[in-house]
Nanobody, 123 residues
Framework: QLQLVESGGGLVQPGGSLTLSCAAS????????IGWFRQAPGREREGVSC????????YYADSLKGRFTISRDNAQNMVYLQMNSLKPEDTAVYYCAARPVYCSSADTDFGSWGQGTQVTVSS
């Protein structure tokens, strides 16, 4: 079973930046598309970004395009989410998740999930 662990969350002021990491174990990431999702208290989990396996094609939520960048380093079994120009509404627990090869906008299509990392944007 693929294991995923997120890290890099924390407290940042509005306009600041954070980079989140998603580390995989047991299996290599080469076969998997990796998605980032987030969930704020009282809100439904929403898709943030995704990167496919074979071509590294990337997808972003329309509202986040231009501020967030997803990338992967298969040699290190790592996926990253660079977050810039952070806003208070970005505050949430951020999760990475995996599914075979291709990205999906549906969180139910992802079978492996990390435990999440808290991002708080506040002055």
């Amino acid at each position: 079973q693929l294991q995923l662990v997120e890290s890099g969350g924390g407290l940042v002021q509005p306009g600041g930046s954070l980079t989140l990491s998603c580390a995989a174990s047991r299996f290599t990431l080469d076969y998997y598309a990796i998605g980032w999702f987030r969930q704020a208290p009282g809100r439904e989990r929403e898709g943030v970004s995704c990167i496919s396996s074979s071509k590294g094609v990337t997808y972003y939520a329309d509202s986040l395009k231009g501020r967030f960048t997803i990338s992967r380093d298969n040699a290190q079994n790592m996926v990253y989410l660079q977050m810039n120009s952070l806003k208070p509404e970005d505050t949430a627990v951020y999760y990475c998740a995996a599914r075979p090869v291709y990205c999906s906008s549906a969180d139910t299509d992802f079978g492996s999930w990390g435990q999440g990392t808290q991002v708080t944007v506040s002055s």
